[in-house]
């Protein structure tokens, strides 16, 4: 899948959340990269890292806490079609995907995540 379909997949994923939690994301950048940083296509792990939230979760952000940046999340695109044999299995683990990084966004664990 081209970049820029892959970004748009994941743009329309963002647009379709419900109100209460679009209104709620704040200073939020969403990204696409191939591969997580170490990784090449060369050297695949055993389990891929399909997305990843790099920031502080809403329920830790304090008005006293000093910014570091804004937060974002990233996907990405090299591993996620490595995981699927179809563009809408692309598509769906795009959508998979961020609705579990934006999930940690708003504070929730890996527990909580398993089956969303």
Same mark, same amino acid.
């Given at each position: !899948?081209? %970049?820029?379909?892959?970004?748009?997949? !994941?743009?329309?994923?963002?647009?379709?959340?419900?109100?209460?939690? %679009?209104?709620?994301?704040?200073?939020?950048?969403?990204?696409?990269?191939?591969?997580?940083?170490?990784?090449?296509?060369?050297?695949?792990?055993?389990?891929?890292?399909?997305?990843?939230?790099?920031?502080?979760? !809403?329920?830790?952000?304090?008005?006293?806490?000093?910014?570091?940046?804004?937060?974002?999340?990233?996907?990405?695109?090299?591993?996620?079609?490595?995981?699927?044999?179809?563009?809408?299995?692309?598509?769906?683990?795009? %959508?998979?995907?961020?609705?579990?990084?934006?999930?940690?966004?708003?504070? !929730?664990?890996?527990?909580?995540?398993?089956?969303?």
């Amino acid at each position: !899948m081209e %970049r820029e379909e892959f970004a748009k997949v !994941m743009q329309t994923v963002l647009d379709s959340l419900p109100e209460e939690f %679009r209104s709620r994301i704040c200073n939020v950048a969403a990204l696409v990269e191939d591969f997580p940083p170490g990784q090449t296509l060369s050297s695949r792990p055993k389990k891929l890292l399909l997305g990843l939230f790099h920031g502080v979760p !809403m329920t830790r952000k304090s008005v006293f806490g000093l910014s570091s940046g804004p937060d974002y999340v990233v996907l990405y695109q090299k591993n996620i079609e490595a995981v699927c044999s179809s563009a809408a299995e692309i598509q769906e683990q795009i %959508r998979r995907t961020v609705i579990h990084e934006f999930g940690h966004y708003f504070g !929730m664990d890996e527990a909580q995540l398993k089956n969303v």
